[in-house]
């Protein structure tokens, strides 16, 4: 019993000894290894070296807006140690090359800034787009902060930090230069911009609209309803890359490859699957009544000059206000018609004057005007002589017009040319003006 007692007290006095020891041993070891902040330091640095490792910089498949309605473009950018950026982008053209500068910073995740401004980069997120693409106070929605969700030596994807859109960015190998391959798709893209396909995929045949960098499709499903799909892409150097995978009759498609033969021009799957996206070339006066083509002053004849000028004295001069647009093409609510925004200094009024419209031939248009308007359309014709504006398009009596263009497969311009009047003539954009009287 003595010895049973004795070997118990040695037990616990060894015990004592052991949790004395341990508790005041003043170094403690880190079951995480480095501090949190040393660890965000070193993914931070680790991600600017991957930044500004590649000797010719990163293309971006940059697709603005939440909802990727503008479709995607390609922005090149090259990062320096020192936190300056150099950007060009296939918008801009490779003779416009920008620096700025950017930082890395924490915030729920390692977030890509570019911290000053850069008219390359910020033409996507300017809330007043130059182009005026996008709503006032919107332009294209897009950003120029950006979370890193995954980083490679070759590849970074990135997440929008306001849209969250997704944003590849591929390192370019050291034979191809940022201007190169910009270069590239500028021509690839004169190459591959059409206004209408057919997409081929089994035996369905679906008929196929272009808005910016978006495919417009309205497929009938085998229970008779239609299915309306919108598939934002990309121009690359041999053909369109899609933002998501296209399934139709279970056939997807993500990628086209532009064919060209002897008898017909056509996109097909990279993949092999059974698909052909076909261009249409409608008739060009199906072309203008189709789009939005744009008013500048510089691109009217001597008669329109004259009224326009009169309108801007008499009209928009008087309520001083200024002409922020004016499009020949179809209303929000619909309606087709010389559609307009008038700017006061804070808001911007828009409005239609309606026209109806007779095709004669593939070149001529019959315009006639409606005699009504569409919001603020009856307003500035009674009140700032938008009357006058309208009357090269034919306000009082309808006017003929004959059709020409730059490209008939691919119109960057349509002249209009009053068949009564040689004097009477506009040229029409495809690409948004803004302030069209500075224009």
């Known amino acids: 019993m003595k010895k049973d007692m004795k070997h118990i007290a040695k ?20 079951l995480f290894g480095d501090s949190s902040a040393n660890r965000l330091t070193t993914t931070l640095q680790t991600e600017k070296t991957l930044l500004c490792a590649p000797k010719n910089g990163w293309i971006m498949e940059y697709y603005p807006a939440s909802a990727q309605q503008y479709g995607g473009y390609n922005v090149w950018a090259s990062f320096a140690t020192d936190g300056s950026v150099k950007v060009m982008s296939e918008i801009a053209g490779t003779g416009k090359v920008t620096s700025s500068l950017y930082s890395l910073k924490q915030s729920a995740g390692a977030i890509l800034s570019f911290d000053t401004y850069n008219d390359v980069m910020h033409y996507f997120s300017d809330p007043a787009n130059p182009d005026g693409i996008g709503a006032a106070g919107k332009g294209m929605e897009g950003d120029f902060e950006f979370t890193i969700l995954k980083a490679k030596a070759d590849t970074i994807l990135l997440q929008g930090k306001k849209s969250g859109s997704r944003i590849v960015m591929v390192a370019l190998p050291d034979a191809k230069t940022g201007a190169d391959y910009i270069s590239t798709i500028v021509s690839a893209k004169k190459q591959y911009d059409f206004q209408a396909f057919k997409y081929v995929v089994n035996k369905d045949t679906i ?19 239609t299915e309306s799909l919108t598939v934002p892409f990309i121009v690359t150097p041999t053909g369109y890359k899609f933002y998501s995978p296209l399934t139709i009759n279970n056939i997807t498609v993500t990628e086209l490859a532009y064919q060209k033969t002897t008898t017909e021009e056509y996109f097909a799957p990279t993949n092999g699957v059974a698909a052909k996206l076909i261009p249409v070339i409608p008739p060009l006066n199906k072309q203008l009544i189709s789009s939005n083509w744009y008013f500048a002053y510089s691109g009217l004849g001597s008669f329109g000059k004259t009224y326009w000028n009169y309108t801007k004295t008499n009209g928009l001069d008087a309520i001083g206000e200024e002409l922020y647009y004016a499009y020949l093409g179809k209303y929000a609510s ?14 911007i009024y828009k409005g239609a004057l309606v026209y109806n419209y007779t095709l004669i031939g593939i070149n001529q248009v019959k315009l006639t005007f409606a005699s009504s308007g569409v919001e603020s359309g ?62």
């Not at 008929?207 to 309803?225: A, E, I, Q």
């Open 11 to 30: 037990f616990l006095v060894l015990l004592l000894a052991v949790i004395f020891y341990t508790g005041c041993t003043p170094e403690e070891k880190d």
């Open 207 to 225: 008929p196929v609209t272009v808005s910016y960098r978006t495919l417009n499709l309205n497929h009938t499903l085998p229970d008779g309803s």
């Open 334 to 347: 619909g309606q087709y018609g010389f559609c307009f925004g008038s700017y006061d200094g804070s808001t």
């Open 378 to 439: 009856v307003w500035y014709y009674q009140n700032a002589k938008f009357n006058q504006l309208i009357t090269p398009l034919g306000a009082s009596t309808a006017r003929t017009f004959t059709l020409t263009t730059d490209n008939a497969k691919n119109p960057t311009w349509i002249k209009l040319t009053d068949n009564a009047n040689a004097n009477n003539t506009m040229i029409l954009y495809k690409s948004p003006v803004a302030w069209p009287y500075d224009k």
